[in-house]
């Protein structure tokens, strides 16, 4: 079982930056990748960023560019810059810890971008 705990989030004003932080812990060798996911009431949850187990990185169209997905893996933590900050990237951010069998979440953190 891995646990999955996400922090960082926040109020941005438009333009502005933030980064994610997300913790895994218990048994972190079973995960594949690691991805950041978004939602935003009364829509699915989408993939944002994605980096593998080889340390390639893929991003969503909307976020490339702006935000950058890292790891530390002394830390067992993940990141998401984020820069260049919209008032359309408001949403809960959940990070995703991929295993063979499914993918284990986080709580959640809420992003709100406004001026």
């Known amino acids: 079982q891995v646990q999955v705990v996400e922090s960082g989030g926040g109020l941005a004003q438009p333009g502005g930056s933030l980064t994610l932080s997300c913790v895994v812990s218990g048994n972190i060798h079973g995960i594949v990748s690691m991805a950041w996911y978004r939602q935003t009431p009364g829509s699915r949850r989408d993939v944002v960023a994605v980096?593998?187990?080889?340390?390639?990185?893929n991003y969503d169209n909307s976020v490339k560019g702006r935000f950058t997905i890292s790891r530390d893996s002394a830390k067992n933590t993940v990141y998401l810059q984020m820069n260049s900050l919209k008032p359309e990237d408001t949403a809960v951010y959940y990070c995703?810890?991929?295993?063979?069998?499914?993918?284990?979440w986080g709580q959640g953190t809420q992003v709100t971008v406004s001026s």
């Open positions: 995703g810890a991929g295993l063979s069998g499914g993918v284990s």
């Open positions: 980096i593998a187990g080889n340390g390639i990185t």
